[in-house]
């Protein structure tokens, strides 16, 4: 989905159509992105606008994907919708020439940048969905969405497993506040 500047009429121009599921597979398969799969096709809504240099794009992208819970290990699935409001610059308005260091802030990272006058959207696009995805995705169970956790609950902890285990003084104190969590008698020593 490469697009040139020269093929961006003056009042801009927009995209609205359905990408393969198969398109985004690749996608997240070229950057080892395995956490999830695209379960549908991406809708594209995208408004493309050009101001000399300056690209921007306005809209949406909307597409589902599957995953396995982070948590339960039970598959899900889930809708992804992404707002988009970016503006692409070249790349050499974002170099200093002869400056090997520079002190950059925030707002020297609010544009993306293009080179040779072509914008690859498909990599903007397949990134602004992977950043909006959770890190360790949760379904849709009570369980998970509570972020409950169950525990063993004939998990005994006896004086000799303390006994037994080489505990560093240091965590002496530590050891103890765990003891009295889980009910089990200090050790002397």
Same mark, same amino acid.
């Given at each position: ?26 996608? =997240? ?7 999830? #799969? &695209? ?27 599957? =995953? ?5 290990? !039970? #598959?899900?699935?889930? &809708?992804? !919708? ?5 503006? =692409? %610059? &070249? #790349?050499? !308005? ?36 992977? %950043?909006?995805? &959770?890190?360790?995705? !949760? ?33 002496? #104190? ?7 969590? =889980? ?7």
């Amino acid at each position: 989905m490469k697009i040139r500047l020269a093929e961006i009429p003056d009042g801009g121009f927009k995209i609205d159509e359905d990408k393969d599921q198969s398109w985004l597979k690749n996608q =997240f398969k070229e950057r080892d992105f395995d956490l999830y #799969e &695209p379960t549908s096709s991406v809708n594209l809504n995208l408004r493309i606008r050009r101001f000399k240099n300056r690209v921007t794009v306005k809209g949406k992208i909307i597409t589902s994907v599957s =995953f396995t819970c982070s948590r339960c290990t !039970k #598959e899900g699935k889930m &809708p992804v !919708k992404v707002n988009v409001n970016e503006a =692409f %610059l &070249p #790349e050499n !308005k974002l170099a200093v020439p002869d400056q090997h260091t520079l002190d950059l802030d925030f707002k020297d990272f609010k544009n993306y940048s293009y080179s040779e006058d072509e914008i690859d959207l498909g990599d903007y696009i397949a990134e602004s969905i992977m %950043l909006t995805l &959770p890190v360790f995705p !949760k379904c849709d169970s009570e369980t998970c969405k509570s972020g409950s956790v169950d525990y063993i609950e004939d998990w005994e902890v006896t004086e000799d497993d303390y006994k037994k285990a080489d505990v560093n003084p240091a965590w002496q #104190e530590g050891l103890g506040r765990v003891q009295n969590m =889980f009910g089990a008698k200090k050790s002397k020593k």
